[in-house]
């Protein structure tokens, strides 16, 4: 049961991941829009993933989610850092390339939250 939930807490995460892409992808899209998906983010991981012990669940792949977990939390610090400069940019070149640095990291919560849904399904 709790392994279901967890689970579940990683679609939405990956859903509001997913979510926070296609608002960086968009060209008019209001940055404090984006600011308030990123928090949501936020709120998911640390109250619904975070909060469950990897040790309470019953899976072969602790290691690797703990793994996964960490470089989850370590590049959704940066994202918040990037998009602090990126709203605080004023220059649409710096714009620019704030935009390519947030869009990557993105890519990379994405990515492991992919991995983490694929390995519970095992």
């Known amino acids: 049961m709790l392994l279901k939930f967890y689970h579940q807490s990683y679609q939405e ?5 997913v979510k926070l892409q296609k608002l960086v992808i968009a060209e008019n899209t209001d940055r404090n829009e984006i600011k308030i998906t990123y928090e949501q983010v936020q709120t998911i991981f640390e109250q619904q993933i975070l909060s469950v012990g990897l040790d309470e669940l019953d899976c072969n792949a602790i ?4 793994s996964a977990q960490t470089e989850i939390y370590k590049n959704l610090r940066l994202l918040g850092t990037e998009l602090l400069f990126l709203t605080s940019s004023r220059r649409k070149e710096t714009s620019k390339k704030r935009l390519e640095k947030v869009q990557g990291k993105v890519r990379e919560l994405i990515g492991y939250s992919q991995a983490i849904i694929d390995q519970l399904q095992q």
């Open 13 to 17: 995460l990956l859903a509001n991941l």
């Open 63 to 66: 290691p690797l989610l703990r």
